[in-house]
C-alpha cells in the first residue's frame, strides 16, 4: 500500500478531474503543500498551478514537491531516499499513459483523499477509514494558508 494515496484535481461541472497522486496525501502534508504552492511558488495564480499538476502531468505522480521549476520527472531505480521534488510518472525515466480520476471513477478503497483546487480554496474529502464511502467535503480557503509555510526543498 502506498503512503497515503490521493487526488489532486479540478472542479467541473459534474464533479473533478484530477491526477493521481500515489505518496504522502495525508492533509497534514497535503495541505501545507497545496497552501505553499499556491502562495509562494504560484503567486496566486491557479490555473497555472493547475495547468502544471494536470495538464503538464498526465500522468500523474509519485509525490508532489515545494518547486515546480525544478527537474521533477521519475529517477530510476527510484528517487533517492529524502527527494523531496516532484517526481511525475511521465517524464524522465518513465513515459506511462495519461491517468484521469473523476469523481465516478475515484475509489474509497485505495484513494484515501481527494483535494479540489478551486478559485477559493481546497476542497478536501476523505475515505472512512474501512474505505467503504467518501465522507462529506470540508473547506479550506486558500487565505487560511497566509501564515506558516513549509520551507522549499
Ligand atoms: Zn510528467
Known amino acids: 500500500m502506498p503512503n497515503h494515496p490521493s487526488i489532486i484535481a479540478r ?22 503543500q497545496l497552501l505553499h504552492l499556491y502562495h509562494r511558488a504560484y503567486r496566486h495564480d491557479l490555473d497555472a498551478m493547475l495547468d502544471f499538476l494536470i495538464d503538464q502531468h498526465p500522468a500523474g ?31 524522465g525515466d518513465r513515459s506511462e499513459p495519461e491517468g484521469l480520476v473523476t469523481e465516478v471513477t475515484a475509489d474509497p478503497l485505495w484513494d484515501e483523499w481527494i483535494y479540489v483546487l478551486r ?32 520551507a522549499a526543498a
Open 61 to 91: 505522480w509519485s509525490q508532489i514537491g515545494t518547486d515546480p521549476t525544478a527537474d521533477c520527472g521519475w529517477i530510476n531505480p527510484c528517487p533517492p531516499r529524502g527527494d523531496r521534488g516532484f517526481r511525475c510518472y511521465c517524464h
Open 11 to 32: 472542479p467541473t461541472h459534474t464533479g473533478f478531474h484530477g491526477r493521481y497522486v500515489t505518496n504522502d496525501g495525508h492533509p497534514a502534508d497535503r495541505i501545507p
Open 119 to 150: 478559485p477559493g480554496g481546497i476542497t478536501v474529502t476523505a475515505a472512512t477509514p474501512d474505505g467503504g464511502a467518501w465522507l462529506k467535503p470540508e473547506f479550506v480557503a486558500w487565505s487560511d494558508g497566509g501564515g506558516p509555510c513549509i
